[in-house]
């Protein structure tokens, strides 16, 4: 089931921002992210905030799901105020935003667009499971305006998407990724997990090689979590399955750097690698970056100017608050210059540009060229001026920033 809300302070009603969260608007990125909560059915590992028909009982449905959003599309343009704020980036996620299908995608972003505008190289992706498209969906998404799609693909091993519960045959991704292409999606990403216990090395292989046969120009590969409260942690709470081991998963990160690379995918994020600048995920560097976005949808996650805030989670209550005329913002949290700071270093970290080495303060200076001569950060960038991580520096990230937090 969907994990919990964190806690935090309350939320206004109205939704309003501090007038700090407001200055500045503008001149830093924006995006809008829409969360679509509604799943065929539940994959074992997954503790996202999404919901089965059987789960919900008939208390929402997508058409109750889209007038909702509508409305929370057009509380964020009133509590933003009159500032010009074009959407760079557009990005439906989920749970199974394909569910919807064309026309209600092709609803929600002509929404954003009427309402904020889209910047003219607007990134506008869509989450999609392999079995929930085709051929005549994908063209009406790309007249829709939509200019990237995201295929969950997980392995091409029959016994592994098995254990982690996803429906779709493993050639079922493979034959989306070309429809997407003949469609005429350039932007193309297939999403990986290794891990999963029964995988082997050669499983491993043969997923990356299967996913690379179909060209995409972007590939997110993640280790598997056990989620508390997945049927997955079920699993392995009762010795069916065993926990992935952590040395197990760093040949594996390893195994898919090589062969991404190979294919000329360079890493550009810890999990994530792209042909080049242009096949990168804007929308996710906007949130590593400390841009601003609008999180629309039960459960979505906003931030803007510093002000971070998170909706309800179960679209009933979502539905409910909107239709009284309420913010569907559960609680908040104003990030203090402390906690900017380790974010900034968390997650820059993670990308191939690293850190400047001007943003470090004087603990993480210090630490730095002992962890140079580790081999976790390298040095030339170092002695110009960045922290930036090594291949083994990446298998390490998580240890790296807490030694530069002291």
Known sequence: MPSTLPDGDPAPDDGSLPPSALTGLGARPFGVYLHVPFCASRCGYCDFNTYTASELGGRTDPAAYLTAARKEIALARRVLGEVDVPAGTVFVGGGTPTLLGAAGLT?????????????????????????????????????????????????????????????????????????????????????????????????????????LSVEPDHVSAYALIVEDGTRLATRVRRGELPMPDDDVLADRYAIADAALSAAGLHWYEVSNWATDRAARCRHNELYWTGGDWWGVGPGAHSHVGGVRWWNVKHPAAYADRLAAGLSPAHARETLTAEEKYDEELLLGLRLSDGVALGRLRDVALLAGPDLVADGLLDPHQWDAGRAVLTDGGRLLADGVVRILLG
């Open 107 to 211: 609803d929600l972003l002509a929404e954003v667009r009427e309402t904020f505008g889209l910047a003219e190289d607007a990134e506008v992706t869509t989450e999609a499971n392999p079995e929930s498209v085709d051929p005549q969906m994908l063209d009406g998404l790309l007249e829709a305006g939509f200019t990237r799609i995201s295929f969950g693909m997980q392995s091409a091993a029959p016994h592994v998407l098995a254990v982690l519960d996803r429906r779709h045959t493993p050639g079922r991704a493979l034959d989306a990724a070309r429809e997407a292409h003949k469609a005429g999606f350039e932007h193309v990403n297939l999403d990986l997990i290794y891990g999963t216990p029964g995988e082997t090395d050669d499983d491993w292989r043969r997923s990356l090689e299967a996913a």
